[in-house]
């Protein structure tokens, strides 16, 4: 195990059975999550677990006009996984908080997928 202070598109992710990617993701800006996203497949052994959110276009951080977060429908965040076998996609759409305690409404999809390719 290690730490390291990297950006998404950049990191040298290592390789990996296991792929957790908790509400972390949509932080990555637009024009580099296509690279940040084909780093983390390459990443995953065939066979392996990726579990993570993505944040849907409902989201209240969307409807403010951030042009700093990715954002995938349904259908987008389904083609992701092309070479996976979905195992679980829920899709969270409704008023929550944030960590802070600050209301706001929540437009995510959860996945659970294997690495089939």
């Not at 972390?24 to 990443?43: D, G, S, T, Y």
């Not at 305690?101 to 089939?116: D, E, I, M, N």
């Amino acid at each position: 195990m290690f730490t390291a202070c990297s950006s998404f598109e950049t990191f040298d992710y290592p390789q990996a059975a296991l792929i957790t990617a908790s509400s972390c993701l949509f932080f990555c800006r637009p024009e580099h999550f296509a690279e940040a996203w084909r780093r983390i497949v390459q990443a995953l052994r065939p066979g392996g677990i990726f579990c993570g959110h993505f944040m849907g276009p409902m989201d209240s951080w969307v409807q403010l006009e951030r042009r700093d977060l990715s954002v995938r429908d349904r259908a987008q965040t389904e083609q992701l996984f092309d070479s996976f076998e979905l195992l679980d996609l829920y899709e969270h759409n409704q008023p929550g908080k944030t960590l802070l305690g600050r209301s706001k409404h929540w437009h995510t999809y959860s996945v659970l997928a294997r690495k089939t390719a």
